[in-house]
Each structure stands twice: as structure tokens, then as C-alpha cells.
């Protein structure tokens, strides 16, 4: 059994032989035409394609010997092209030198292929073996089950989180559709404050006004201009005091109504911009246990009901909602015991 050292040092010495760039050795460039070893190439490329025969995976199999074997002529080789990577005319003197090194070279695949074949052989061999072939297939299939597992967890993952990013959309867009709606509400509520203070303003300058005639009214019979000289014009006196208090009376009266009225108007309005924001947060609460359509026919009985908010003499003929409530929770108990 070779060493670990041995086994590294030769896969080391095969690897930088399989790797070479045979189009180094031609050397145009630096020696010219005449000198270059352009004849070397295709003979130099015959020796690396051997030794790329050569598997790195059968190097374990094979003896301390022969991986010395295989790494000495794999150092021999590399040893031969690193010559003419470092030739240099002026050193090495004639052209008979270079001569040498190309016949070398075109004389080498044959005598590399004599040492090296029975491992090409064996490496070849090891390759196309089917047991191992079997061996490496059940792995790579097991491998792409293992990715495939994953990959379906994570699609089932990813399924369940846009599930999650879908409903809350759906909420997102449900709270959205309510609050537009409850935005109505809201505009004419404030509509009917901005109204409501104007009449309440208006009251206020009639109540005044009446007051403030009531109370020149005791003095007017004083003034000599003003005072009545006969039964006639005492009966004229009074009559116009009566009317225009009448209608003094009358504007106060009508000026309160009208703010009891818009103000009626504001507050039921904004019951049912609450009972529109706070429909949603009531079906949460509730759960899953069927009583949304309850919850639902309170709101809409809050909305549509007429109701009574103090600012309205009138009295509220009752909840309306309240026999669909009770028809509700009759049927959602008749769908649990099915």
C-alpha cells in the first residue's frame, strides 16, 4: 500500500504534466522562425494526451512501485519541456542542441506509451467498471433526491408564505374597502358639525336679540316719541310688540331646531363610522364560530336603524336588528349541530 505522501506527491506530478500548455514550447517570438520549436508541438501534445489517460482516482489502487513509476516519468517529461522553455541559443551553442532536444521530443510518446500502458489500461478499465459505475449512479441519484427534498420543502415553504402574504392582502384590502366606506360617514358628520355651529351661533344671536327687546320693550311706552296718546295707538303698541316678539320667538325657536337637528345628523353619523371601523376587529374577536352574519346584522342595524341621540325629540321605535339576530343565531346553532 503506497504512503499518503508518495500518493500526493504523485497526483502532484501527474496533475502539473496534464495541465501543460503545449503551446508554450513554440517560441516564435523570443527565438524567431528558424529557432523556434514549433516542430515539437504536435509530438509534446501526443505525450500529455497519455498522461490524461491516466485517472487521478485509480492512483490509490496502485503499489508504492508504480506510483513511482508513473511520477518519475511524469518529473522526466515535465523535466524535458521545461528545457525548451529555458533554451538559450547563446548559451547552449550550436543548433545541434536543439536539434536533439526536438528529435527527443518526436521520439517520446512511443517510449512513454512502453511505460505507462499498463496503468492507461487499468485506469480505463476502472472507469468503465459497472460496478462502479452502478455505485456512483446510485449516488448521484441519491444525491438529486436529497436536492429534490429540499428543493420541495422549500417550494412548500415558500407556498405557505405566499399563502400568508395573500390573506393578509385580502385583510389589508377588506380594511381598506371599510375605512373608504366609514370615510363617508365621516365627511357628513363633519359636514353636519360645520352646519350644527352655524345654527348654534344663529340661536345664540336670536336668543340675544329677544332678550335685548324684551328689555328695551319695558322702557319703550316711556319715550315721548313712542308713547301711545290714545286707546288706538296703545292697541297698535301692543299688537307690534306681540309681533315681533312672535316672531323673534319664532326664528329662536326654528334656529334651535335646526341645530338639534344637524347635530343629530354629526352624531349618527359618526356612530356609524365607528360601527363600520370596528366591524372588523368584533369578526377577529368572534373567531371561526359562525358569528360573523351576527356581528355583521348588528353593525348594519347601527348604520340603518334610526337612532336616538338626544338632539332628536322623537323616540326610536326599537332596534331593528334585533329579529335577524335572533334568526342568525337560531340558524348558526341548526349549521353546528349538523
Known sequence: MATEKNLNDTRDSLDRIQQFEVSKLERSNELGIALSFVDTLKSAQAVVDLYKRIPMAALPDFTEEQLNAIKGQANADYQMFDTILKFDPAKEGTAQKRQEIITQVQTRRDAVFQQLWQYIAYGVARLTDTSLLEVQARATIQGIKDEAKVFTDKLASDQGDAEKALKA??????????????????????????????????????????????????????????????????????????????????????????????????????????????????????????????????????????????????????????????????????????
Open 169 to 338: 392582502i385580502r385583510d389589508v384590502a377588506v380594511e381598506q374597502g371599510v375605512s373608504q366606506q366609514a370615510a363617508y360617514f365621516k365627511g357628513e358628520a363633519e359636514d353636519q358639525e360645520a352646519k350644527a355651529e352655524v345654527w348654534l351661533t344663529r340661536t345664540y344671536q336670536f336668543a340675544g336679540g329677544l332678550g335685548a327687546f324684551a328689555l328695551v320693550g319695558l322702557f319703550l311706552h316711556r319715550w315721548e316719541w313712542l308713547a301711545p296718546k290714545s286707546s288706538i295707538e296703545v292697541f297698535q303698541f301692543v299688537t307690534s310688540k306681540v309681533l315681533i316678539f312672535a316672531l323673534l320667538g319664532f326664528m329662536l325657536i326654528m334656529a334651535a331646531r335646526n341645530y338639534a337637528s344637524h347635530k343629530h345628523n354629526a352624531v349618527v353619523n359618526r356612530h356609524r363610522q365607528n360601527a363600520l371601523l370596528t366591524y372588523r376587529a368584533l369578526v377577529a374577536a368572534a373567531g371561526e364560530q359562525g358569528t360573523e352574519d351576527i356581528v355583521l346584522a348588528h353593525a348594519a342595524a347601527c348604520i340603518f336603524s334610526p337612532q336616538e341621540t338626544g338632539y332628536s325629540g322623537a323616540k326610536s321605535e326599537g332596534f331593528g336588528g334585533s329579529k335577524s339576530v335572533l334568526e342568525l343565531m337560531t340558524k348558526g346553532a341548526s349549521k353546528s349541530g349538523d
